[in-house]
T-cell receptor
Framework: DAKTTQPNSMESNEEEPVHLPCNHS???????IHWYRQLPSQGPEYVIH???SNVNNRMASLAIAEDRKSSTLILHRATLRDAAVYYC?????????????FGKGTTLSVSS | GAVVSQHPSWVICKSGTSVKIECRSL??????MFWYRQFPKQSLMLMAT?????????EQGVEKDKFLINHASLTLSTLTVTSAHPEDSSFYIC???????????FGSGTRLTVV
């Protein structure tokens, strides 16, 4: 399975932008980059995903390096509710029925 | 958007008894569902892949006779923990592939405590 590397933890202040990095140097051409987050005692929640181009949605932005070996999840204005474990996961775009494999993720703390 | 309902959200059972956890896709059909478990302060670990109408595929080290998975319809998969023991206490999470917005939707999880 393609692997990702994320920092164990990051800290942020409320209303400041947060940049969560992810390295995936062994990414293949068909791998999508998925980001999920998990709040305590809840199931993972979809954040964003992309293949090659940068992506924006109401929750976050995803910046993908030109060589696709790294990406950054951007939370434009962190709130206390954004404190969670963020997972960067590579998933095959052409294999239906393939599960997402979770790494350790980054624990984001947000201070007021 | 795609919604996956998981029930119950928590359960306490006695050692030796069996517990069934349900996972339903509410507004889409899910050909494939996945079951994970998560121990405290650890990441999600894939247990098995469940395909509608066929036998589940279990990950290495997961006992198929202990963790029975049934996916009888396109909207329902169940996980039964048989003869539960305290070491089976964990957070169990299901995921369904499909839905209008995106490929993977997760349930809210079931906290199982075996006493």
């Amino acid at each position: 399975d393609a692997k990702t590397t994320q920092p164990n933890s990051m800290e942020s202040n409320e209303e400041e932008p947060v940049h969560l990095p992810c390295n995936h140097s062994t990414i293949s051409g068909t791998d999508y980059i998925h980001w999920y987050r998990q709040l305590p005692s809840q199931g993972p929640e979809y954040v964003i995903h992309g293949l090659t181009s940068n992506v924006n949605n109401r929750m976050a932005s995803l910046a993908i390096a030109e060589d696709r070996k790294s990406s950054t999840l951007i939370l434009h204005r962190a709130t206390l509710r954004d404190a969670a474990v963020y997972y960067c996961i590579l998933g095959s775009g052409n294999q239906a029925g393939t599960a997402l494999i979770f790494g350790k993720g980054t624990t984001l703390s947000v201070s007021s | 958007g795609a919604v996956v309902s998981q029930h119950p959200s928590w359960v306490i059972c006695k050692s030796g008894t069996s517990v069934k956890i349900e996972c339903r896709s509410l507004d889409f059909q899910a050909t494939t569902m996945f079951w994970y478990r998560q121990f405290p302060k650890q990441s999600l670990m894939l247990m098995a892949t469940s395909n509608e109408g066929s036998k589940a595929t279990y990950e290495q080290g997961v006992e198929k006779d202990k963790f029975l998975i049934n996916h009888a319809s396109l909207t329902l998969s169940t996980l039964t923990v048989t003869s539960a023991h305290p070491e089976d206490s964990s957070f169990y999470i299901c995921s369904a592939e499909g839905g209008a917005n995106y490929g993977y939707t997760f349930g809210s999880g079931t906290r199982l405590t075996v006493v």
